[in-house]
Nanobody
């Protein structure tokens, strides 16, 4: 059984930082690219960032480029999302996901497994 568990969300102020973690189990972690998506109330789920299987390439939405950093630790079967300079518009539930696909990392439907999400709230 594949399980992805996010942690690290919370309530912060504008300009603060948070680091989200996603621990994966039940799958060959190094065979899956990993992504982060987010969904704000009343909005569709949107792509945030993704990292390839070996971590050599990363992808970012324009809205987070330069502020967010994705990384992965194969030894710990964990993917991280470092979020700096947080803004109120970053408020959302953040989901990590795993995909066996080798392309279309920005497309949610390409992901095979999803976590339950962790809430990030940024106050102004």
């Amino acid at each position: 059984q594949v399980v992805l568990v996010e942690s690290g969300g919370g309530l912060v102020q504008t300009g603060d930082s948070l680091r989200l973690s996603c621990a994966a189990s039940g799958l060959p972690f190094s065979s899956y690219a990993m992504g982060w998506f987010r969904q704000a109330p009343g909005k569709e789920r949107e792509f945030v960032t993704a990292i390839t299987r070996r971590g050599e390439v990363t992808y970012y939405a324009d809205s987070v480029k330069g502020r967010f950093t994705i990384s992965r630790d194969t030894a710990k079967n964990t993917v991280y999302l470092q979020m700096n300079s947080l803004q109120p518009e970053d408020t959302a539930v953040y989901y990590c996901a795993a995909t066996f696909s080798v392309n279309q990392y920005r497309v949610a439907s390409q992901y095979d497994y999803w976590g339950q999400g962790t809430q990030v709230t940024v106050s102004s």
